[in-house]
């Protein structure tokens, strides 16, 4: 193999590393796991004087081609929920690099199939946010017709988030705005027509999965291991959304209670 041929080589793999640390971020996976995943596959593909730089949002990466010239790469990534079983399939994927896969098309197909990956189909997502609603509203202090009700309330907020708010290309504040005032809607409209016994609890169960429990503790897990601009990110994040949470409801208590 001739010298442009290890310099192509080496790129190649170079943008492998730098996507699969970016599919991991993009899908929730923690900062410093990403920063190690990379590191490893880097050094298992054979990558010299690889280094990368992590942050809540975004990656930066440099490498020496050819053992002359540095290479340098820089990747946004949006801030998103977590999804457990991506995060899983790229995990076995980055131990099959470390165990000795090398051929740069069967990464990146890989790589493809985990980005197209679903765990479960939108009603299977409707029906877990159903119960979910419904479970939390019974842990704080709901009846069992309140739960009935929030689980009702539940199913119809995630339709409303799987199926409409998609095709309106919001801003994430106005996203859970709109999700949290469906919400609210739906556990008045319920309540109205004579489900359920108690407004506030099934209120509080059918907001529940909207709150960004997992960005608030990933944020402060970032504080705890001295990643204070990651922490700080994720912790912005969450106060956002929570506060877009809030708005919703004023709004639509104020106009229709």
């Known amino acids: 193999m001739n010298h442009e041929e290890i310099i192509k080589k080496e790129k190649i793999y170079f943008e492998l590393v730098t996507r699969l640390g970016s599919e991991m971020l993009e899908n929730g996976g923690e900062i410093f796991r990403t920063g190690d995943v990379m590191q490893y596959a880097a050094h298992a593909l054979g990558l010299k004087d690889f280094n990368t730089f992590v942050i809540a949002n975004g990656i930066f990466a440099s490498m020496l081609t050819g053992g002359q010239t540095y290479s340098c790469r820089v ?55 159903g119960f979910g609603s419904g479970g939390f509203c019974y842990l704080f202090g709901g009846s069992f017709f309140d739960s009935a009700t929030a689980l009702l309330a539940g199913c119809i907020l995630y339709i409303f988030l799987l199926y409409v708010l998609p095709k309106l290309s919001l801003p994430k504040i106005m996203y859970n705005i709109a999700a949290s005032i469906i919400a609210v809607c739906s556990c008045i409209l319920l309540y109205s027509v004579g489900l359920g016994d108690q407004l506030d609890r099934m209120t509080i169960g059918a907001l529940f999965p909207l709150v960004p429990g997992i960005a608030l503790t990933n944020s402060f897990r970032n504080f705890l291991e001295n990643d204070y601009l990651a922490g700080l990110v994720r912790l912005v994040d969450a106060l956002v959304t929570a506060g877009g949470i809030a708005i919703g409801v004023g709004i639509a208590t104020a106009l229709f209670l």
Not at 78 to 84: G, K, R, T, V
Not at 93 to 109: M, N, Q, W, Y
């Open 75 to 129: 990747r946004y990534i949006s801030l998103s929920p977590m999804n457990i079983c991506r995060l899983e399939a790229l995990n076995t994927l980055s131990r099959r690099i470390v165990a000795g896969l090398d051929d740069p098309l069967e990464i990146e197909t890989e790589l493809d199939r985990i980005q197209s990956f679903e765990a479960s189909s939108n009603k299977v997502k409707i029906l877990c946010a």
